[in-house]
């Protein structure tokens, strides 16, 4: 059974900071890996996907980073935001019909 | 594109009631809707899977009386949670998949429905 776990489990940075948030898997036979934004009491808004067979994707401040192999993928956020307060979300994609399985999150908080 | 719009956001209702969520894939056909439930400060945890036109696969320990799923298009799934109780209380989430219906198609997440059963 795939397990997904995010480290820390919360974060407090000053703005400006560089951050990195973790993620592990037990299974490696993933599809692809997901990371997520949700803010509270809403759903999720994806940001950035990464196949099986690539090793990172960026968008904007965004940076994503897969190591398959150890069960890893790490999210880099750039010169963080007020803005990017929220809880983040991994999710890898294994067997058919492009079932989830999310991690614990991370909930991040920027403070000016 | 791929915007999926889930109603209502929030309900309230008495014990015993059953609730009706809806799941819409606006500008996409979606041929695998899924559908989850969060508590508290905890991760998304998959209940159901459903294709259109067929029965919703249910993950193990969810019961498939208590919640209905019902895919009738390539647009539309309902979550009906029948004869509710509070501990039935939580926030549930539909996401959508399509439309090749092919595996490993991205999801796309709705708002989510916060249920709260007095």
């Known amino acids: 059974k795939q397990e997904v776990t995010q480290i820390p489990a919360a974060l407090s940075v000053p703005e400006g900071e560089n951050l990195v948030l973790n993620c592990s898997f037990t299974d490696s036979a993933i599809y692809n890996l997901q990371w997520f934004r949700q803010d509270p009491g809403k759903g999720l808004t994806s940001l950035l996907l990464i196949q099986s067979s690539q090793r990172e994707q960026t968008s904007g401040r965004l940076n994503a980073s897969l190591d398959k192999s150890s069960g890893r993928s790490t999210l880099y956020i750039a010169a963080s935001q007020p803005g990017d307060s929220a809880t983040y979300l991994c999710a890898v994609s294994t067997g058919t019909a492009s079932k989830l399985t999310f991690g614990t999150g991370t909930r991040l908080q920027v403070t000016l | 594109g791929a915007v999926v719009s889930q109603h209502p956001s929030r309900v309230i209702c008495k014990s015993g009631t059953s609730v009706k969520i809806e799941c819409r894939s606006l500008?996409?056909?979606?041929?695998?809707m899924f559908w989850y439930r969060q508590f508290p400060k905890q991760s998304l945890m998959l209940m159901a899977t459903s294709n259109e036109g067929s029965k919703a696969t249910y993950e193990q320990g969810v019961e498939k009386d208590k919640f209905l799923i019902n895919h009738a298009s390539l647009t539309l799934s309902t979550l009906t949670v029948t004869s509710a109780h509070p501990e039935d209380s939580s926030f549930y989430i539909c996401?959508?998949?399509?439309?090749?219906?092919?595996?490993?198609?991205?999801?796309?997440f709705g708002d989510g429905t916060r249920l709260s059963i007095l």
């Open positions: 996401s959508a998949s399509g439309p090749q219906g092919m595996d490993n198609q991205p999801q796309h």
């Open positions: 500008d996409f056909q979606a041929t695998t």
